[in-house]
């Protein structure tokens, strides 16, 4: 099983970016996808959860700015992230969840907004 991120970078606030998340070995259309992030010094927390059925739900703090999608062809989840703020800087992870004994989490990557 794997999990890649990419697309992650520095980038000026205002900017934008879109992180990508390429699976492989397990049926990925059948797990919930989610994109996470840890941003220096705080907890891990949920930026968006995208369904099996294509719907992405959304933290407050990105509501309106992010925007969360699958390719069930591809294997891939993206996170398309807009007017950026230093306060999104952090590493961005994936996570596919299916049940508590199918659980995967990607190694990250990092996103840096800073002038």
């Known amino acids: 099983v794997q999990l890649v991120e990419s697309g992650g970078g520095l980038v000026q606030p205002g900017g934008s970016l879109r992180l990508s998340c390429a699976a492989s070995g397990f049926t990925f259309s059948s797990y919930a996808m989610s994109w996470y992030r840890r941003a220096p010094g705080k907890e891990r927390e949920l930026v968006a959860r995208?369904?099996?059925?294509?719907?992405?739900y959304y933290a407050d703090f990105v509501r309106g700015r992010f925007t969360g999608s699958r390719d069930n062809a591809k294997n891939t989840i993206y996170l398309q992230m807009n007017s950026l703020t230093p306060e999104d800087t952090g590493v961005y992870y994936c996570?596919?969840?299916?049940?508590?004994?199918?659980?995967?989490w990607g190694q990250g990557t990092q996103v840096t907004v800073s002038s």
């Open positions: 996570r596919a969840y299916y049940n508590s004994w199918n659980e995967y």
């Open positions: 995208i369904t099996t059925a294509g719907s992405s």
